[in-house]
Every structure is written in structure tokens, then in C-alpha cells.
């Protein structure tokens, strides 16, 4: 992957969870399963975070933000295995619990931060602090305008640094045919979002960055 000169790469994935393998995802497998399933909250984010940063050469010690990390499960991946020095930024999660989740897997303090923030708001950080962003199925809720990109994310990330987003996807487009079971399920008004989706690509309001896609199969 190489960076852009005023913009940081932009690495996409999309699609549901690459398929199961120890030998594609070693770091993934050094978790429990039955870790894993307790703290997932849908695809796999361990391998779609693994899979993202395949080619990267984010060096050992990056200041990284893990954007909605849930119960930082993939947050521990980045310090653990990565090397990574690694703020865990979620808003519904509660750093205290995910302070002993990190705690009880041995990662040291100083190298993962949990952060309680609305990512839709801006982050309480200085601009270009981060040497990159992950972002694994959470750029979706807080994202969606299409000023977000380059107004209230790029400016925390440095010259030339890295966005790593994996968004959720279908492999088939179906919005002018939309599926009963989903229909059921989408609250009213929702129209905006499925146009505002309908590119499959985050940063299609951003030309200056460049796109890398990594589809997830």
C-alpha cells in the first residue's frame, strides 16, 4: 500500500466475514473461540480487521484509533498482535469494562487506551495524532454525511497516514428491490440511507483519497 501525499490511504472492505482459516487469519486464531463469540457483535471483526491490514506497514508502536470498537475485542488484536499503541473510541461501550477485558489478556496500559466519544460529533484528540484509523462495521452509523470524511476524521490522522474502513456490503445491489424480510426491519424514512450507500464507497466524496479495495469473500 502506498500513501497518498496529503491524504492518508483509504483501504475498504466489504462483504460479510472472509471465510474461516487458522493458516489465513494466525493472528485471529490466538483468540478463544469462545472469546470470540462472546464478544463479537456480528461478522468476525477479527478477521476482517486482520484481513484489512494485510500489506500495511503500519511499524510496531503507530498511534492507532480502533473507531467504534465495541467491547474492543479488535482493539486487543492491534496491541496484542500488532504492536500497536491503540485508542479504543466507542460511545455505547464502557471503558471501564473494556479496561478489564484488556487487563485480563496481559495487554499493557500504556500500549491500549479505551475512549469513550461520539465519533459523529468529532474526537477529542489533536489534529493529526493518529498515524492511522481501523474502523471495522461502525463507519456506517456515524459517517453517512458526506462531509464526515474530510471534516470530522482526516484531521486526526497525519500527513500520509492510513484509514483502514471495513463497511458492511451485499454482493448483489438490491436497492431498487429491496428484500420484504429487510423492508420490515428498516425504520421510516429511511430512503436517505440506502441512497447515501448506494455507491459502496466511503470516500466517493473525497477524490483526493485513494481507494483500495479489499474485498471481503
Known amino acids: 500500500m502506498t500513501n497518498a501525499d496529503s491524504y492518508p490511504s483509504v483501504n475498504l472492505g466489504y462483504g460479510s466475514c472472509p ?6 487469519f494466525p493472528k485471529t486464531a490466538t483468540f478463544p473461540v469462545s472469546l470470540v463469540r462472546e464478544k463479537i457483535m456480528g461478522p468476525n471483526p477479527l478477521k476482517l480487521c486482520e484481513e484489512l491490514l494485510t500489506g ?5 508502536g503507530s498511534r492507532v484509533c480502533d473507531l467504534g470498537s465495541g467491547t474492543g475485542i479488535t482493539s486487543a488484536l492491534l496491541a496484542r498482535e500488532y504492536g500497536l499503541d491503540v485508542y479504543a473510541v466507542d460511545l ?16 499493557p496500559v500504556s500500549s491500549i487506551h479505551p475512549v469513550k466519544a461520539d465519533a459523529s460529533r468529532g474526537l477529542p484528540f489533536c489534529a493529526g495524532f493518529f498515524d492511522a484509523v481501523v474502523s471495522i462495521d461502525s463507519y456506517n452509523y456515524y459517517g453517512r454525511d458526506s462531509r464526515y470524511l474530510d471534516e470530522r476524521l482526516l484531521p486526526y490522522v497525519r500527513t500520509g497516514g492510513e484509514l483502514h474502513l471495513s463497511i458492511p456490503g451485499m454482493v448483489h445491489d438490491c436497492h431498487d428491490d429491496l428484500p420484504s424480510c429487510l423492508l420490515a426491519s428498516l425504520p421510516p424514512n429511511s430512503s436517505s440511507t440506502c441512497t447515501t450507500w448506494r455507491g459502496g464507497n466511503v470516500c466517493l466524496d473525497n477524490p483526493a483519497a485513494r481507494a483500495s479495495s479489499t474485498c471481503a469473500r
Not at 19 to 24: D, E, I, Q
Not at 56 to 60: A, F, G, I, Q
Not at 98 to 106: I, M, V
Open 19 to 24: 471465510s474461516s482459516s487458522p493458516t489465513r
Open 56 to 60: 500495511s506497514d503500519l511499524p510496531h
Open 92 to 107: 455505547w461501550s464502557d471503558p471501564a469494562e473494556n479496561r478489564a477485558f484488556f487487563d485480563s489478556l496481559g495487554i
